[in-house]
């Protein structure tokens, strides 16, 4: 599958890969991993979404599948790659995004607010799916993107 077919199938729908009632960002991550990555096994689970980050070097299976490229301003994360961001005041477990386009002034990804669906649930309403939307580059932290096979 290709990024655009990814984003036109689950666009406007919910992703909840775990199955445990819970939309968050790192279901639609994993389903991307799955469906346009390839991959028949997933990098170990995470306590946040920046844990793909912070801890890659610690997760033997994501080292095993996955670059881990730190954002320094210099480079722009590429079209396809995993974009984390570090936690803020209103959510502590950071944030995974996939990139649809970077340019200077920010970035546009497809993703999904497992803190607002998380909100909905509890108070008994509908969960939002995934979207399209735009961030600044200042919670960025780095990107995940495969490895070819070669690198495996």
């Given at each position: 599958?290709?990024?655009?077919?990814?984003?036109?199938?689950?666009?406007?729908k919910?992703?909840?890969?775990?199955?445990?009632?819970?939309?968050?960002?790192?279901?639609?991550?994993?389903?991307?991993?799955?469906?346009?990555?390839?991959?028949?096994?997933?990098?170990?689970?995470?306590?946040?979404?920046?844990?793909?980050?912070?801890?890659?070097?610690?997760?033997?299976?994501?080292?095993e599948?996955?670059?881990?490229?730190?954002?320094?301003?210099a480079?722009?994360?590429?079209?396809?790659?995993?974009?984390?961001?570090?936690?803020?005041?209103?959510?502590?477990?950071?944030?995974?995004?996939?990139?649809?386009?970077?340019?200077?002034?920010?970035?546009?990804?497809?993703?999904?607010?497992?803190?607002?669906?998380?909100?909905?649930?509890?108070?008994?309403?509908?969960?939002?799916?995934?979207?399209?939307?735009?961030?600044?580059?200042?919670?960025?932290?780095?990107?995940?993107?495969?490895?070819?096979?070669?690198?495996?």
């Amino acid at each position: 599958m290709t990024l655009q077919e990814f984003i036109s199938k689950y666009k406007g729908k919910t992703v909840d890969w775990d199955k445990n009632g819970s939309c968050q960002c790192v279901d639609l991550a994993r389903t991307y991993m799955h469906d346009v990555w390839g991959f028949t096994k997933q990098p170990e689970c995470v306590d946040g979404a920046a844990d793909f980050f912070f801890k890659h070097n610690s997760r033997p299976i994501q080292k095993e599948l996955c670059r881990c490229i730190p954002y320094t301003g210099a480079v722009l994360p590429p079209v396809g790659s995993l974009l984390v961001f570090k936690s803020s005041g209103t959510n502590k477990d950071g944030h995974i995004a996939v990139c649809i386009e970077a340019t200077a002034s920010g970035m546009e990804v497809l993703e999904q607010d497992g803190v607002a669906n998380a909100k909905a649930i509890k108070e008994g309403r509908e969960q939002k799916g995934a979207y399209i939307g735009c961030w600044n580059y200042d919670r960025l932290v780095g990107w995940l993107t495969k490895k070819d096979k070669e690198e495996c």
